[in-house]
T-cell receptor, first 115, second 112 residues
């Protein structure tokens, strides 16, 4: 069965600084990978996804992620964070494009932005 | 589009009572998913449907949980009888295969 590990439960970053959130997955084949963001009391919003092709994918809100097969990683990055980026971030893996079966989520990383 | 709609947004009930959570997927989507989010276990897939047919319910915790999708625009998740350990946020998501899932705002369930 597939699994997702987000090693950092909390991360604190100063506003304007760069950000990297780590995600490692375990799956026998090439997975479909996703990053979602959850603001307090809200549902999950898709930031970006990787299906195939270019290993560096661009998402919404200035986020990007890089798929590294050799490291089984899909880390999320942003060059300069804004206070509004404070939220919970979830990495997820699917067996398909994410639409035909369920996703397996990591436990999430709580991002705190310092002024 | 209004997105995935869930009701109620908050539900407080007493142990032993029946609870029904409702979901209206995005129009035109053909897959629907129910997830549960708790502090201890994170986000877990409970069950999902393709074209209104349940495909995988292996995540349903026990027989007290049941889900139905009578048509393409409506699904329910029922807990009978409810227990305090069922307290969680329940999310519904929908997709148009093979694209990504879109999540609803969730229902926060508290069982006392």
């Amino acid at each position: 069965a597939q699994s997702v590990t987000q090693p950092d439960i909390h991360i604190t970053v100063s506003e304007g600084a760069s950000l990297e959130l780590r995600c490692n997955y375990s799956y026998g084949a090439t997975p479909y990978l996703f990053w979602y963001v959850q603001s307090p009391g809200q549902g999950l919003q898709l930031l970006l996804k990787y299906f195939s092709g270019d290993t560096l994918v661009q998402g919404i809100k200035g986020f990007e992620a890089e798929f590294k097969r050799s490291q089984s990683s899909f880390n999320l990055r942003k060059p300069s964070v804004h206070w509004s980026d404070a939220a919970e971030y979830f990495c997820a893996v699917g067996l398909s494009g994410g639409g035909a079966d369920g996703l397996t989520f990591g436990k999430g990383t709580h991002l705190i932005i310092q002024p | 589009d209004a997105g995935v709609i869930q009701s109620p947004r908050h539900e407080v009930t007493e142990m032993g009572q029946e609870v029904t959570l409702r979901c209206k997927p995005i129009s035109g989507h053909n897959s629907l998913f129910w997830y549960r989010q708790t502090m201890m276990r994170g986000l877990e897939l409970l069950i999902y449907f393709n074209n209104n047919v349940p495909i995988d319910d292996s995540g349903m915790p026990e027989d007290r949980f049941s889900a139905k999708m009578p048509n393409a625009s409506f699904s329910t998740l029922k807990i009978q009888p409810s227990e305090p350990r069922d307290s969680a946020v329940y999310f519904c998501a929908s997709s148009f295969v093979p694209s990504e899932q879109y999540f609803g705002p969730g229902t926060r369930l508290t069982v006392t």
